[in-house]
């Protein structure tokens, strides 16, 4: 499987969104950073950035991405709202929007380990698509390894779940109330028409 293992604080400086958008809130782009006027960007290369900023943070590689774009197209809304609708129903970002990961990188590779179950199923494809009713769940021989035993008891860390969301604290299980929309997804600058306009060309 590929995997992208681009340093996190260079590529979010280089893209223009926070580390905090990928989980590492800990981390900083201020190293190294100058005041030098940077060349103004050109039309394309708008897009592309953009193109890549939504691949980087959600962890998706340049053909799956494409199916992505694909697939939105031939939706009967906007083009640009359904490719980040669909990325965003990726059973990885929904692990980690859960907090059942602190990452999505961790999260990807949670579910690659076969540590979660969908509707009583065990699911090992980070890239699976939810739907609403479905629910997420550790897999119960799973619960008792460190990572997942942080998330219960009067310490466990305090977890800002979307709407389309739902779990209870210290309850290693969450569902999907709904799909979710284009104002869920706020956790960082997006432009998708940029994105549009790119695999328009």
């Known amino acids: 499987m590929a995997k992208n293992m681009q340093p996190i604080a260079k590529r979010c400086k280089a893209l223009g969104i926070s580390p905090a958008a990928m989980g590492y809130a800990g981390k900083n782009t201020e190293r190294n950073s100058n005041n030098q006027m940077r060349k103004k960007k050109s039309e394309y290369a708008l897009q592309l950035q953009e193109k890549q900023k939504v691949k980087f943070v959600y962890g998706v590689m340049e053909k799956q991405f494409r199916m992505y774009y694909e697939k939105a197209a031939r939706m009967p809304g906007k083009t640009g709202e359904e490719l980040l609708v669909l990325i965003e129903r990726r059973l990885d970002n929904v692990v ?6 602190s990452t999505r990188r961790q999260a990807r590779q949670l579910v690659s380990h076969a540590h979660f179950t969908v509707n009583g199923k065990k699911v090992n494809i980070p890239s699976y698509l939810v739907k609403p009713g479905d629910v997420v769940e550790v897999k119960d021989a799973s619960r008792s390894s460190a990572i997942f035993k942080r998330l219960t008891g009067e310490d466990a860390p305090m977890v800002l779940v979307p709407e389309w969301l739902s779990r209870e604290k ?13 104002e869920d997804i706020n956790d960082m600058p997006i432009e998708e028409h940029l994105i549009v306009e790119l695999y328009s060309k």
């Not at 980690?96 to 990961?101: D, I």
């Not at 290693?172 to 799909?179: H, Q």
Request: charged share 20%; no cysteine; proline share 5%.
């Open 96 to 101: 980690y929007r859960l907090g059942f990961a």
């Open 170 to 182: 210290n309850v290693l299980k969450g569902s999907v109330s709904r799909l979710p929309v284009r």
